[in-house]
């Protein structure tokens, strides 16, 4: 059985025939370039990982702008959605590695002049250079308009102060898109976005983190941090606006990366339950277990579904609010159902350290939080569907 033996999937009508070949490349590419495991060197691993996604031309599809890098003038969602499934299967450092790109470019994309998108975005395609999205702090997570740490205009510079906590790539990016309060108004409508060089003055990691399946991960200060005034990322006051932009566009992904995570649970599964001797038969032989498995594999065709359905929706220029939501929310929560199944068939060698499924498992955890936690996708989701239904 091979990691990509079933490509069904790829015959639904959401996806045309550049969206196969493109599967098709980049399984053949991953198969051969990614590691199943990594070493200890978290910082290297992602680098290399950046640099060899560049140098594969599959970074070109995490950025928009055809001028600037990327493989179209808008972000093929269906392209960035199989990309992550594909080397979420594979790796969940290749995905991060991949995702984190996009992620960390993404408002750049949205809102960036001619001169801003010049400087950055063709790195990113490249692999040239590392990038981060800044948004939570330790009081605003999920509530992100709580957000606090400051900048003022001083001159021709913006001074930053404050800080970030829990940003992926922290430590090893070579620039952070960081959203600040300008306060031109309370709340959502006083926050502004900023490209800071990790090189800026006043700009520093104050805290490597060390999560249960490691990415680089840091909380970052900003003590009277000075950046040009041509920093400003969009209009002030816009920031709020661009980063639930930028979200919107990857949302979906982190539900395919999340579906990725539980294909893969469910091909060692099989490999599992149909090699496994026991009671004079295999363990696939039960019905239990096959009850299992037909579960599985009908919640990962189910989140599919809605996964792609919001990737080609938003490829058709539409609202994909509640899609993405309903996309995340069934396709995270899924996985970790699937996963935590693999891991049971597969009894005590399921939970070895660095066994495939246990990997999974501790995969799986960070993305039913990040990006919108499951209760706040489900609150996104109630709100889309009341709009308007008040008496
Ligand atoms: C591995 C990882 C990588 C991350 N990378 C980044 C990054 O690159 N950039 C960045 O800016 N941030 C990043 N984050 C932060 C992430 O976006 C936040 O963790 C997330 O928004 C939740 O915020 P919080 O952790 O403060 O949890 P809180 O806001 O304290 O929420 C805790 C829990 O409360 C529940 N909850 C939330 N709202 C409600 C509600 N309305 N009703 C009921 N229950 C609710 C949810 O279960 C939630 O998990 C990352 C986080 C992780 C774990």
Redesign the pocket.
């Known amino acids: 059985m091979t990691l990509a033996a079933d490509r069904t999937w790829l015959d639904w009508p959401f996806f045309e025939d550049r969206h196969r070949a493109f599967e098709r490349d980049l399984e053949a590419w991953a198969a051969k370039t990614i590691a199943d495991d990594h070493g200890a060197d978290i910082d290297a691993e992602c680098r290399s990982l950046v640099k060899a996604l560049g140098a594969g031309g599959w970074l070109a599809h995490a950025v928009g702008g055809k001028a600037y890098g990327g493989a179209g003038d808008a972000i093929d969602t269906r392209a960035l959605c199989i990309a992550r499934e594909t080397l979420a299967r594979h790796s969940g450092l290749a995905d991060f590695a991949f995702a984190?790109q996009g992620?960390?470019s993404g408002a750049i994309g949205l809102a960036g002049t001619d001169a801003q998108k010049r400087a950055y975005l063709p790195r990113v395609a490249k692999g040239e250079a590392i990038a981060?999205?800044?948004?939570?702090?330790?009081?605003?997570?999920?509530?992100?308009a709580a957000l606090e740490c400051a900048a003022s205009l001083e001159g021709d510079e913006y001074v930053l102060d404050g800080e970030?906590?829990?940003?992926?790539?922290?430590g090893i990016a070579d620039f952070y898109v960081v959203?600040a309060r300008t306060a031109e108004a309370p709340g959502s409508r006083g926050i502004s976005a900023f490209i800071v060089d990790a090189g800026a003055p006043g700009f520093t990691i104050a805290q490597r983190i060390e999560?249960i399946?490691p990415?680089p991960?840091a909380r970052l200060a900003f003590k009277d941090c000075r950046i040009p005034r041509a920093s400003l990322l969009g209009a002030s006051g816009q920031g709020f606006k661009l980063a639930m932009q930028t979200l919107d566009i990857f949302r979906t992904s982190v539900a395919a990366a999340a579906l990725g995570f539980a294909r893969r649970a469910l091909h060692e599964a099989m490999a599992r339950a149909t090699s496994r001797e026991m009671f004079g038969e295999t363990l696939a032989d039960f019905q239990i277990t096959q009850s299992k498995l037909a579960q599985m594999a009908t919640g990962i065709d189910a989140a599919a579904l809605l996964t792609y359905r919001a990737a080609w929706q938003r490829d058709q220029g539409r609202s994909v609010t509640r899609e993405a939501a309903m996309a995340k929310m069934t396709a995270t929560e899924t996985a970790q159902q699937v996963i935590d199944s693999a891991v049971q068939m597969c009894g005590a060698l399921g939970v070895v350290s660095g066994a495939p499924v246990e990997r999974l498992y501790r995969e799986i955890?960070?993305l039913?939080?990040?990006?919108?936690?499951?209760?706040?996708q489900?609150?996104i989701i109630a709100r889309e569907m009341l709009k308007g239904s008040k008496a």
């Open positions: 984190m992620l960390g981060a999205f800044a948004l939570s702090e330790p009081g605003a997570g999920s509530d992100v970030k906590t829990w940003i992926s790539n922290g959203f999560v399946a990415h991960l955890r960070a039913r939080i990040y990006e919108g936690a499951t209760e706040v489900g609150l």
